[in-house]
């Protein structure tokens, strides 16, 4: 099977729109707080911070906060600056990430590194970070402060996974996946998971929240990988071919390489070591990728994550914010598409 992204007729497309619809109020009073608490009195924290958080992203994990809470019928506000935190949460992890990637690119724009350094942004992420917490706080529930900090610290604990395994082809799939739970995974599940702690809602409600998020977040990260090498710069707003550059042995390489011949096996531990990193030789490795069907087999893993997450809210009823969050895994395995 081709390594091609294949596009559907926009009729088909599955789409965030019903999502962005049912949470548009509630996230025009979470972007009001998080303009509020980027400010500061220096000048490059809310200018550095503002460059990552008005860069064109979807708001995905505070909407996913936003609709969670309207499928539980609930009617508060706590919500909000919960939903807030949890974006600030992504936001400074985003920093990070860029710093130690040596990213240029997020979102079609340059990164925040690029252009005030990797300093000033580790430290805005980290003014970030505290931000939430100081959210969390003012929410006042110690249960919530527990799963938001807990992702926190899940996420830390993935990063720093992903970086002692970058470069090692013997990565195995287990861990890869333990990889991708902790550092995209767990943000999905928590802010889903909050917004049953706030609704008051009984812990069975809370955990199928959670399994919708992580196994929605475990797609959309499988989705990524298989589009690093399936997709070009323009489409996915970063470099094309950035994970294969900087030896991030993802699930796609790992299949490509454990179906490969001899002559396969040392190619792809060349690259990963940095040896082989030539566009042409991107271009061999999309080939052997093709030939070994493991961007099919990726993309196949992701729609088997999306049906758990779907099947996870089988226990609420049906209603706008059921569809919407449905909708919304169709969305991020279709993006491949």
């Not at 799939?173 to 767990?186: C, H, M, Q, V």
Request: charged share 25%; aromatic share 6%; hydrophobic share 45%.
């Amino acid at each position: 099977m081709s390594a091609t992204v294949h596009h559907l007729r926009p009729s088909d497309q599955p789409s965030l729109d019903p999502l962005m619809a049912l949470v548009s109020a509630d996230m025009h009073r979470v972007n009001e707080v998080i303009l509020a608490r980027m400010q500061s009195d220096v000048p490059l924290i809310p200018e550095l911070a503002g460059h990552l958080i008005a860069g064109g992203g979807k708001r995905m994990r505070p909407m996913l906060t936003l609709a969670s809470a309207r499928l539980l019928d609930y009617s508060g506000a706590r919500h909000h600056k919960l939903a807030a935190a949890v974006e600030f949460i992504h936001t400074a992890t985003l920093l990070h990430d860029d710093v130690v990637d040596m990213s240029g690119l997020r979102r079609g724009k340059r990164t925040a590194n690029m252009i005030w350094g990797n300093s000033a942004s580790v430290l805005v992420g980290d003014f970030l970070f505290s931000r939430s917490f100081e959210l969390m706080v003012e929410d006042g529930s110690l249960r919530v402060l527990r799963i938001l900090s807990q992702a926190s610290a899940i996420i830390a604990e993935g990063e720093v996974n992903q970086l002692t395994a970058q470069r090692r082809i013997d990565t195995s799939e287990a861990r890869y996946l333990d990889i991708i739970g902790a550092k995209t995974a767990a943000l999905f599940a928590a802010a889903c998971r909050i917004a049953a702690v706030v609704a008051e809602r009984p812990t069975a409600e809370e955990e199928a929240l959670d399994a919708y998020g992580r196994n929605l977040g475990i797609a959309f990260q499988l989705v990524d990988d298989a589009i690093d090498y399936a997709s070009d710069g323009a489409t996915m707003g970063k470099d094309a071919g950035d994970d294969f550059r900087d030896g991030k042995v993802t699930l796609p390489v790992i299949l490509a390489h454990a179906r490969g011949s001899a002559i396969d096996k040392t190619f792809w531990q060349d690259a990963m070591e940095g040896r082989r990193a030539s566009d042409d030789d991107l271009v061999h490795a999309k080939t052997l990728l093709d030939r070994t069907g493991a961007v099919a087999d990726t993309l196949g893993r992701a729609r088997h994550y999306g049906r758990l997450a779907i099947d996870a809210l089988a226990g609420f009823p049906g209603g706008q914010a059921k569809a919407a969050l449905i909708e919304a895994v169709e969305f991020a395995v279709a993006r491949a598409y």
